[in-house]
């Protein structure tokens, strides 16, 4: 986590400056928020939808002294709350046994994880597998940005082949068999609504998407075409595949 000095960490707010998702104390110390580990990018995910719609936490306030490092601390502090998210996440991620941490967070328990902020205004999320090409795929993306222009956020789940597609000299069939395998996930990232981050609509088929590997939040066209077995743009982690939504049931479904 990229980081300033300032006094002290307290209430925890985020904000959009410079392309990055910028979270700090009302005392002053700042950083770029991103995920912790290569395991933690779900979490981070969440963590950062809860911070733009102002539910982040107090954290403890260190002692003054000659050696206080605020913004440090609060990196510490956000990093101890990823951790704790995925950790409760994952706990019932397989029903009564937990979902491996080495794996991330389990899709579903991403979706109770957002259930549960947004529960004050009746709104459940849901994980939906996408195909992301075609008319479907293109009344996905209307939804999304349905939700996004009433304030609700969306996870998009992402990935790839176990191998990315190469040239000529990419090797072995057992290589290229790979390169041809049914797409894993990989990645969580999260679709941000404009009034949010203080910004327009991005226009049809487009949304602002922060990546936690980063820390950025970056302007996608979701209706782009893209190399479906090579390297995918950086607002998806580089993965060149969407393959489920974390997003608010329809009303007369919730």
Do not use: F
């Not at 580990?37 to 809860?50: E, F, K, M």
């Not at 069939?173 to 910004?199: D, E, F, K, N, Q």
């Not at 066209?221 to 329809?250: F, K, M, N, Q």
């Amino acid at each position: 986590m990229s980081h300033t000095e300032g006094p002290g960490p307290g209430p925890v707010r985020a904000t959009v400056h410079g392309s990055r998702l910028r979270v700090g104390s009302a005392s002053g110390a700042t950083l770029t928020l991103t995920q912790c580990d290569a395991t933690t990018c779900g979490a981070a995910s969440v963590l950062a939808a809860r911070l733009l719609r102002g539910l982040g936490p107090v954290l403890p306030t260190p002692s003054p002294g000659p050696g206080a490092l605020p913004a440090r601390d609060l990196a510490a502090g956000l990093a101890r709350l990823q951790r704790a998210l995925k950790t409760r996440m994952n706990r019932d991620g397989l029903g009564a046994l937990p979902w491996p941490g080495r794996l991330g967070s389990a899709p579903w328990s991403v979706a109770a994880a957002m259930t549960r902020a947004w529960q004050q205004a009746g709104t459940v999320y849901e994980l939906r597998p996408v195909r992301d090409e075609g008319q479907r795929w293109q009344r996905a993306v209307e939804r999304v940005r349905a939700h996004l222009s009433q304030g609700l956020p969306v996870i998009l789940l992402t990935g790839g082949p176990l191998l990315p597609r190469g040239g000529d000299r990419a090797g072995s069939a057992a290589r290229r068999a790979l390169a041809l395998a049914p797409a894993v996930p990989r990645h969580y990232v999260l679709a941000v609504p404009w009034t949010l981050i203080g910004s327009r609509d991005p226009g049809a088929g487009r949304a602002h998407v922060y990546e936690p590997g980063s820390g950025t939040v970056r302007v996608l066209d979701l209706l782009a075409l893209r190399d479906r077995r090579g390297t995918g743009p950086r607002e998806l982690g580089s993965w060149p595949r969407v393959l489920a939504l974390i997003a608010p049931c329809p009303v007369d479904d919730a």
